[in-house]
């Protein structure tokens, strides 16, 4: 059969992606791409290290980035991303402002960060105040709260897991409870960290029961990459991507009655068990006082709630 009459393929956009050696999400990054995007990715080189500050370090080292950048410009990308959280707030606002000047020189291609990209979007949104949810431990976590405070956002509240690895494995239901017990003081809306962490069913379902925008770091780089070339991220009810779900319930600030918020930790913050299929606390895991009455295996085999692959509305709360 003679198919040369289709003339080849559609043309392509370009994203180039530099992501740390354990990121497990590719797909996740491409729900929100639109069908005429191509996402070129790469990541860094492999090191020994758990997820802290010190591996936030070495993975967002300006010659790792170079490298990446240089890499990627085979393809010629129109943008470059660097897709991580920790790697891009661990050196304080002017260390993302350099990341970002380092990439671009490399390759002479737009580039950002993921927490660039957040203070982008919360700019879009005019978000002042947020709460903030991680799987970190919790001086990454204090170190996300130090970057968002040097750029003028006060965190009213929030909660993080305390994992050192395998964060990809963390159910969809243990994001929900984070959330729930990190909304306090009213904040203007929600960010979930961490590039690894799955969050683009849960968003939709967030904004619904929280009557809040709802960020996700995934979403923030990929929405903020797509708008350099001026094309918009597939995101259906999520309030940076979609305007109707702007004017809808992410719009209202009265929060619906929850579930009870777990005990907090001294400073503001809950730490939740340990999720199905994670690892234990290892030696390296700061320690940090329990929730009371927590049961940390009781999800143990348990299977996230069903969301739809591409969801044509907000899935029932």
Not at 59 to 64: K, L, N, P, R, W
Not at 84 to 91: A, K
Request: aromatic share 6%; proline share 12%; with cysteine.
């Amino acid at each position: 059969m003679d198919v040369s009459f289709l003339g080849g393929p559609h043309p392509q956009r370009g994203v180039g992606v530099v992501a740390p050696f354990d990121f497990a999400l590719d797909r996740e990054l491409w729900r929100w791409i639109p069908d005429d995007v191509s996402l070129h990715l790469t990541r860094t080189p492999f090191v020994p290290v758990e997820v802290s500050l010190d591996l936030a370090r070495l993975v967002s080292e300006h010659e790792t980035l170079r490298e990446a950048v240089q890499a990627l410009c085979a393809v010629a990308p129109e943008v470059v991303a660097y897709a991580c959280t920790s790697g891009s707030f661990v050196g304080g606002t002017v260390g993302e402002r350099a990341m970002c000047a380092a990439m671009e020189l490399s390759g002479e291609v737009p580039s950002l960060t993921t927490s660039g990209a957040l203070l982008e979007a919360l700019e879009e949104l005019g978000v002042r105040r947020v709460a903030v949810v991680t799987p970190y431990t919790r001086s990454v976590t204090d170190s996300l709260e130090a970057f968002l405070g040097e750029a003028g956002i006060e965190v009213t509240g929030r909660s993080y897991l305390g994992l050192t690895r395998e964060i990809w494995r963390v159910p969809y239901r243990d994001v929900v409870d984070m959330a729930r017990g990190a909304v306090v003081d009213a904040p203007d809306a929600l960010f979930i960290s961490c590039t690894n962490l799955p969050t683009y069913d849960v968003i939709p379902q967030l904004e619904a029961e929280l009557r809040m925008p709802v960020l996700s770091a995934n979403q923030v780089t990929v929405w903020s990459a797509l708008r350099r070339i001026g094309k918009d991220a597939v995101g259906p009810y999520q309030a940076l991507l979609d305007p109707v779900a702007r004017r809808g319930p992410a719009s209202m600030s009265s929060l619906p009655p929850g579930p009870p918020v777990p005990p907090l930790h001294p400073d503001g913050a809950t730490e939740l068990g340990t999720p199905a299929g994670v690892p234990g606390p290892s030696a390296e895991r700061e320690p940090e006082p329990a929730v009371a009455g927590a049961e940390p295996d009781a999800a143990e085999g348990a299977e996230p709630p069903p969301f739809p692959d591409d969801p044509g509305g907000p899935p029932p709360l």
